[in-house]
């Protein structure tokens, strides 16, 4: 069985949200280790060590190993809470791992050779990722790290889908049992359109020149029909 990240534990008597909050003013992180047919146990983490890999895509797709009163239990990870205006974990939920039961997780996929491939190399097209991870089952020792998808043959307007992922022996996608979904696709760029801001802001000038040239054509008109006026009065005069 692969153990990527371990930690030390502490059990944690008190619950509820008053109790929770004081121990993350303590520097603390309260969780909850359930399954493996045993009790749920309410522990609680030292928040700096997890903050420093809740970054890493492995902490979510591996084996962690948590330590409680000097019995390690193997553990994944299902769920991490964080605080919603805050750099803070609030909470994690931890399944224990048994050695000869399969695990479901969630892994990555990684894209291989996508600049490389004919589709953009040399047909101009660009990758559009519509899956970037997907869950899968398999027993602990034969979880990997992440799954990986070669994009190296293909061309531009082609798609691959789950099914087309490659699986390391023992491992399989149960989405598959009822849809086989896209996961990459090469497509031609969309052709830029024009911004209508950019449209409204030439057609404004262009109206205000017409109002201009309007507004100056009226002014003479004015003012002949004011001197054939006065032409007509010293006319009369005479």
Do not use: W
């Amino acid at each position: 069985m692969r153990i990527s990240f371990s930690f030390g534990a502490e059990p944690r008597g008190a619950q509820g949200k008053g109790a929770s909050r004081r121990l993350r003013n303590t520097g603390k992180v309260p969780a909850i280790i359930y399954g493996g047919h045993k009790d749920a146990e309410a522990v609680s983490l030292v928040h700096h060590k997890l903050l420093a890999v809740i970054e890493d895509e492995r902490f979510y797709s591996s084996i962690v190993e948590i330590t409680v009163d000097g019995k390690a239990q193997p553990a994944i990870v299902k769920d991490v809470q964080m605080h919603p205006a805050r750099n803070q974990i609030v909470h994690l939920d931890l399944q224990r791992v048994v050695e000869n039961e399969p695990i479901r997780l969630h892994l990555p996929i990684h894209f291989k050779n996508e600049a490389a491939s004919p589709g953009v190399k040399t047909q101009g097209g660009i990758v559009s990722h519509m899956r970037t991870d997907v869950e899968v089952s398999c027993l602990p020792k034969d979880l990997p790290e992440f799954l990986e998808l070669d994009l190296a043959e293909m061309n531009l307007n082609e798609t691959k889908f789950l099914a087309d992922v490659p699986l390391p022996p023992g491992v399989t996608v149960p989405e598959l049992a009822h849809r086989n979904a896209a996961v990459v696709s090469i497509h031609s760029p969309r052709a830029a359109e024009p911004e209508p801001v950019a449209v409204e802001a030439a057609a404004a000038p262009a109206e205000g020149a017409a109002a201009a040239t309007g507004a100056a054509g009226a002014a003479p008109a004015a003012g002949a029909e004011a001197k054939k006026g006065e032409e007509k009065k010293e006319g009369g005069k005479k």
